[in-house]
């Protein structure tokens, strides 16, 4: 995805139509995290971007190296150069980690129900060559290239998907919405959930329409005057939304060939809390997109800092996903 033009220029391969793109984001630390996390977010997200922070390693991938050959217009001969280096890589804990995500979820990630953003860095160099002087030069330090963001996409999608059981202080910025049990498939590799989730499964996509639709409504719940009456009526029609995929998973568990592969479906503890969109976007300003803990922390301290802001009646949402699953 990273592509450098003639004297080195950087940038992403494709970068206008990644912008135009709406994905939910997932919060995770470490790219060992991926597997499980692609799994459990399947369900609540039609589509969601996983990515590294710069605060993660370094790795480097290439550099791209141009030149500027200076010519005599009398003698035509050459009398010196300007050459041009970019360095460039990722951020990112363990590259044969994320390589094998990768490859795992080739089928989610051809179908676009996930997506993985890698984090740039770049080190430009320049050397200069003439007959009457010789001249080298390093622009500053590594510094993150300018891209779209992780970030980007969540103020677009308005959906944060957070592995870390995290517990929020509830507040009127910040109000849970409900708890419910979601199903997952567990027992097999992500390669096989990959294939086993776009090849036999309708039910996320049944699940993925229904959410959509539902999302003006949690909003309309969240600002209504009765809003825990409107509240529960979503809450449960959701529920029986997720019972009836639950039941679909069951079923498709015992037909083969899903039963040969060793398919088991299993249910997790999930949490839907809704932010006020001002906070959100502040967070983001401010602290940009790290870990689960470090977003929650940001979040509780502008709702500390502000006890007396209400909210504006538009609202991101954070799914916080159980660590553990258990079977049915």
Known sequence: ????????????????????????????????????????????SKSFLLSHGTETPYRHLGKREDSIVHTNHDT??????????????????NPATLGMWIIKAEQLIEEGLCWYLPRYSIRRESTSSHKWQSDTSTQGERKPMSQVSAADYLVRGGQLIDPSESRPSESPLVRPVLQIDLPVVEGVSLREFSRITV???????????????HSLGLSEALNAERSQIE?????????????SVRAEFVAAARRRPLGIVGVK??????????????????????????????????????VENHPRATPNGDWRYVWILSRKSRAL
């Not at 001969?77 to 804990?93: F, K, L, M, R």
């Not at 509240?231 to 019972?243: C, F, N, P, T």
């Open 231 to 243: 509240l529960a009526r979503l809450r449960q029609e959701i529920e029986d939304q997720v019972s």
């Open 199 to 213: 090849d036999e499964f309708d039910a996320h996509k049944r699940f993925h329409g229904f959410l959509s639709t």
């Open 265 to 302: 479906v299993a249910s997790t503890s999930a949490r839907l809390v809704a932010v006020d969109a001002s906070v959100m976007k502040r967070v983001l300003t401010t602290a940009g997109l790290t870990t689960a803990e470090a977003f929650w922390a940001a979040v509780d301290d502008i």
């Open 1 to 44: 995805m990273f592509t450098t033009s003639t004297f080195g220029r950087p940038g992403v391969r494709g970068e206008k139509q990644f912008r135009r793109k709406r994905c939910d984001v997932g919060l995770t630390d470490a790219s060992s995290a991926f597997g499980r996390l692609t799994k459990h977010a399947t369900l609540i």
């Open 76 to 93: 035509l001969q050459a009398e010196g150069s300007d050459n041009y280096t970019v360095h460039y890589g990722i951020h990112c804990p």
